[in-house]
């Protein structure tokens, strides 16, 4: 017959209770860098929207002989020159373009940092 397990510290449900106070941290700290990784994704999505957007307004705006008008606030239209939309939109691009290349930069050092954190804690798991 099997002998029941008296330790309080011994906790069969969750493997992880036996592991140590610096695994545990890491855990959570992985854990929290995923949550913020989770985050920056979502920014990027949302720059390489803005920024798929903007290329079409680019292109639109260069094929354009006409008027220009451009909405402000979605409230008011107003009139604009080809040039002065096209400076603003190409502007506009450039610094999108800087903020998905940061974006780039901290998505690879996050996935390193969390890959490293990952192999540490999973050879203390594994023994």
């Known amino acids: 017959m ?3 397990c008296k330790d309080p510290t011994h906790n069969h449900a969750d493997p992880l209770a ?3 106070q610096e695994t545990q941290q890491q855990i959570q700290q992985l854990q929290m860098m995923e949550q913020s990784f989770q ?3 979502m920014q990027k999505n949302a720059f390489s929207m ?3 957007e903007t290329d079409l307004i680019i292109k639109e705006v260069e094929k354009t002989e006409g008027e220009v008008s451009r909405i402000i606030g ?3 239209v107003i ?3 080809k040039e002065e939309i096209l400076e603003d939109m190409k502007n506009k691009k450039k610094l999108l373009d800087t903020r998905m290349k940061t974006i780039d930069e901290q998505e690879q050092e996050f996935s390193k940092k969390m890959e490293d954190i990952r ?3 999973m ?3 594994q023994g």
Request: charged fraction near 40%; hydrophobic fraction near 35%; glycine fraction near 0%.
């Open 2 to 4: 099997a002998e029941e």
């Open 18 to 20: 036996n592991l140590d």
């Open 39 to 41: 985050q920056l994704l």
């Open 50 to 52: 803005e920024s798929n």
């Open 74 to 76: 979605n409230q008011v």
């Open 79 to 81: 009139k604009a020159t």
């Open 119 to 121: 192999e540490e804690v």
């Open 123 to 125: 050879k203390k798991i």
